[in-house]
């Protein structure tokens, strides 16, 4: 069985003062039975206030991106270990937001991974298909590209999560059927075992796009959905807490 894990992409949201929002998720989850893991990944300014913030509780916090390289003349970049020293346990990459708006293929996602690795950090490897995609039938085989392309041989569930997010449901209150979500959590499992190996079936498997209060429940209690990355719903403590007790109940 994969581990459970609630993980939340603030994405460019958050200053100081939203650290309060920590506090209030500590509090609520606290008592929560069978709490899955929980992880927030704040931008890069918050990570470490948050990670001080968030010492004692039990609650997480990853990147949102790193630099393949350990260092060097990257203006900008943030390099994987950066992360580590700062606190971060995880980072998510391949972000359709990284492949869209910073034009970043699989195979620097692949080397994205390799370096978080290298700083000990658990990659959070995201996928999903466009609604062009979609429509014209195509999701498993850009599901199938993009995880062969992107997740690095050495992927095992200690070290690699993969988020499937359809590029059309982000941020858009749209979500796949639950029976969508099915077929491709189901093909990923397959098509990870096949190339990593049989440990790789418990390498857990989120699905994102538009998680809501509302819905969580609903989305995990699909076979093969091990938990949420979850953006917009994230932010707010009042928000995440119930998606993190619908997840702890599935
Ligand atoms: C995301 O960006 O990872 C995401 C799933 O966003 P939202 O929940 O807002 O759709």
Redesign the pocket.
Known sequence: MARKIAAG?W?MNGLKADLAEIDSLAAAIADIESRPEVLICPPFTLLPLMHERAAGTGIAVGGQDCHPEPSGAHTGDIAAEMLADAGASHVILG?S?RRSDHAEDDALVAAKARAAWRAELVAII?VGESEAERDAGRTLEVIGRQLAGSVPQGARPENTVI?Y?PVW????GRTPTTAEIAEVHAFMRERLVAAHGAAAADIPLLY????KPGNAAEIFAVADVDGG?????SLRAADFVPIVAALAAS
């Open positions: 992409n994405k972000h937001e995201c988020a997010e449901a982000i941020g858009t994102g796009g538009s998680v990355l979850v953006g917009g719903a």
